[in-house]
């Protein structure tokens, strides 16, 4: 069975953690685009933007490959929370979601130049926080070297010790849902022996 190659279109730890835990063998070249999208709706936002990454990492190669990239955003509250860039802009975030539901929703695009076909899809997760003391919120932004890095908090991290409750695909929380991706390749003609995985 001819074995295709996996271009992960995305420099996050998380989603390698992700890939790496199934053992799939893949590449990793990072968009060059911009984030930007003018998209309301949040689904549509990081579908929009999942797009435009893998868009950016077919015009960086020249051979064929299934392109894989994605974007995550934490919703709550009619707000769309990214990555933050001060540590009070994090605190506020924690705050306002103490003892709340937030929801984690990721916009995946597989985009396969083998068939030249493009499948945009999105996932959400409803995450509960338990009630956040004051102290407890500056220990996480003391103490969390990823804060920057991940939108709104580190689920996979420091933040852990918060979660109450989560309703939904698990692995959506941290950027990629690999149960989603092969059910969308398996609707584009593949099986999973059409991949490599480390032994």
Do not use: H
């Given at each position: ?94 705050k306002d979601m103490s003892n709340k539901v937030n929801k984690i929703i990721t916009g995946i695009t597989i985009k396969d130049l ?86």
């Open positions: 069975m001819e074995k295709v190659k996996v271009i992960l279109a995305s420099g996050s730890k998380q989603r390698k953690d992700i890939f790496e835990m199934i053992g799939l063998k893949y590449e990793v070249i990072t968009s060059l685009v911009d984030e930007n999208s003018t998209k309301e709706d949040p689904y549509e936002y990081v579908e929009e933007l999942s797009k435009g990454k893998a868009e950016s990492v077919t015009e960086q190669i020249n051979e064929k490959a299934i392109i894989i990239s994605a974007d995550t955003i934490v919703y709550f509250n009619g707000k769309k929370y990214e990555k933050p860039k001060t540590k009070e802009e994090v605190f506020k975030n924690m083998y068939k030249d076909k493009t499948i945009t899809f999105s996932s959400s997760t409803d995450v509960k926080f338990r009630e956040l003391t004051d102290e407890e919120i500056n220990w996480y932004i003391e103490g969390e070297k990823r804060i920057f890095k991940c939108c709104g908090y580190v689920p996979l991290g420091k933040g852990a010790i918060f979660l109450d409750s989560v309703n939904g695909d698990y692995n959506t929380m941290f950027g990629i849902s690999p149960s989603l991706v092969f059910s969308k390749l398996k609707e584009l003609g593949y099986s999973i022996s059409n991949f490599e995985f480390v032994e």
